[in-house]
């Protein structure tokens, strides 16, 4: 692992165990090997003054990232932000330097371009699945949201040893999805939320079902998440905002 100018950074997160933006950086962190404090952020009250001191729109994650000599508190927020700006700061097989090797530019845009498909094609299908209002409306967001998953992951997933683009290694790519892969596969735990047909049908998809198990069972995804709390604290918030609606 790469250090800076030899020496390590002391990082401090603001975090959320159950934010799924805010599991990126812990995945991260924890996959580049990288120390770190942590604040607990409470999402289900306002922001106190002092924390929008730091990170004016109240979301985690943050980090407060100081090198002795060299940086004096540097706030960095958004998810893929701070985890890029790890990656960056401490090249491996996570995230190749850009000039790290022949290939690693290309092995970064392939990784780049996993992730821009998962945020526009496929993620943003989930949600709808837990709002639908009537069973009809449900099975028909399920259709779109596997048929998604088919289109655009399946075929990038076809080189995966056992991980993205025939990486031996978890990398980036895994890192920024897996916090919904695993609340996706959770929430099934309630078929209220999400019925186990939903699975079934990933798990059905050979090259992303064979990864997603991997990418599940990982150390680093697991180290701070609590499925059946998700689902569970998922499931209130949801009441709450059809009781709004």
């Not at 790469?2 to 995945?27: D, E, F, S, V, W």
């Not at 779109?144 to 990398?171: D, Q, Y």
Request: net charge neutral; proline share 7%.
């Amino acid at each position: 692992m790469a250090q800076t100018n030899g020496t390590h950074p002391k990082i401090l997160l603001y975090t959320n165990h159950g934010c799924p933006y805010a599991h990126r950086a812990h995945i991260t962190l924890d996959e580049l090997k990288l120390p770190y404090e942590e604040v607990i952020i409470d999402l289900n009250t306002p922001r106190p003054q002092w924390y929008l001191d730091i990170n004016p729109r109240g979301l985690v994650p943050t980090i407060k990232y100081t090198v002795s000599g060299l940086l004096n508190e540097e706030i960095i927020t958004e998810s893929e932000v701070v985890a890029r700006f790890l990656a960056d700061a401490f090249p491996s097989p996570f995230l190749p330097g850009s000039k790290e090797s022949p290939t690693s530019a290309l092995e970064r845009a392939r990784i780049n371009f996993f992730i821009d498909t998962w945020n526009s094609k496929v993620g943003n299908a989930i949600f709808p699945i837990l709002m639908a209002a009537d069973e009809a409306t449900k099975a028909s967001k399920i259709d779109a949201f596997i048929a998604a998953v088919e289109k655009e992951i399946e075929p990038l997933l076809a080189n995966a040893k056992p991980f993205f683009n025939g990486s031996e290694t978890f990398t980036l790519a895994e890192a920024i999805v897996a916090p919904f892969i695993v609340r996706t596969y959770d929430y099934t735990a309630d078929e209220t939320l999400m019925p186990k047909s939903v699975v079934e049908r990933l798990d059905a998809l050979p090259n992303f079902g064979k990864w997603a198990k991997l990418v599940r069972e990982r150390a680093s995804v697991n180290k701070v998440y609590d499925g059946a709390s998700i689902a569970t604290s998922t499931k209130a918030r949801l009441e709450k905002m059809r009781a709004k609606a």
